[in-house]
């Protein structure tokens, strides 16, 4: 299973791809930053994220999606632009039937260091452990975005896709499943690591 | 000049199209509500009011799409989904190279009613008269998105597009002039009133 993290934000989007492995082991496949210029509108801002989304799921092609999910409560000074990020998120992977999973930070930092309240430095350490990478993840967003996409490979057996339900039919999900297969053949190269 | 203006919101999402006459006149085009199916998962109401959004600006071709200015502090149940969906209906519009501008509810109210703080039933009867309507337009989610497009073909002379600056070059403009003139030609067809 590929999954694609996305640590929703305006000025920088993080996104880490990683496959699952057999015995709880779990493969970098990629990770970068999608960023806008706080210069320019907001419109052009967001094109601007919502593009570069489309091309890593495009070049990737991932199982599921995981997205941070966003409370309103929190920094409300950039909470607008974040939840609109994790909307262009969840849209771009709707529009190619791709499922889309939401988690919590805590559930994050529980799932990769397991404690909930662990910090983002120990977040990054244990996932340059977890994937096996010599250095620290950087910056920040992108290493949370990689701990979103374990997370959601580790999730409990069972457990609802962050709460969220999926709501494709049977034949959707196969229809999905057979054109991500098919553009799969098509786009993917070498796993890369580069950063963009 | 044709204004498209958006009452952003992820159950029920207004949408007004109004035309400038003359003399501080104006003319309903169209008025409509974009829905979602608040039992369904989250991506796919985004992506069904995306989808909604897209056929209304390709079926109308405004020179301008007007959105609410959504506030983090209101209405914390709700903001999020009106968040995304406003900035879904932003990256709409920049997507087809059309500017974008963003009024506050104060705003709207008092460039229709003559105060900022007017009741909902005040503006949808001022609408009306506006627009030489016999009924009040109905749900108040379309009233207010009329409402936000008569507010726009009003603002003061020389006003920045709700205090955002459009980032297009002169040559962007042109092309995305000429690709719409060219798009109107295609799609416009006669003016219609009826909801969706």
Redesign the interface.
């Known amino acids: 299973m590929r999954v694609l993290g996305v640590d929703p934000g305006l000025t920088r989007c993080g996104v880490g791809v990683v496959d699952s492995l057999p015995g709880r082991r779990a493969r970098l496949v990629d990770v970068g930053v999608v960023g806008s210029d706080p210069a ?5 801002r ?2 601007h994220v ?1 593009s570069g989304l489309d091309e890593w799921l495009d070049r990737h092609v991932p199982d599921v999606v995981a997205v941070e999910r ?1 409370f ?2 929190h920094n ?1 000074g950039t ?2 632009g974040t ?6 998120a ?2 771009a ?3 190619r039937g791709i ?2 999973a ?1 988690h919590t930070p805590s559930e994050v930092k529980a799932a990769v260091t397991g404690s909930g309240r662990a910090g983002k430095e120990q977040v990054q350490r244990m996932i340059a452990r977890i994937l096996g990478l010599d250095d620290l993840p950087r910056p920040a967003d992108a290493a949370d975005a990689l701990a979103l996409a374990v997370t959601h490979l580790w999730r409990p057996a069972g457990a609802l896709q962050g709460g ?5 039919t049977p034949a959707q999900r196969a229809w999905a499943a057979a054109e991500q297969s098919a553009r799969r053949g098509k786009h993917r190269g070498a796993p890369s690591r580069t950063s963009r």
């Open positions: 320019t509108s907001i419109d052009l967001l094109l919502a966003v309103a409560q409300l909470v607008m939840a609109q990020v994790a909307g262009l969840m849209v992977a709707a529009r499922p889309v939401m969220e339900r999926h709501e494709l």
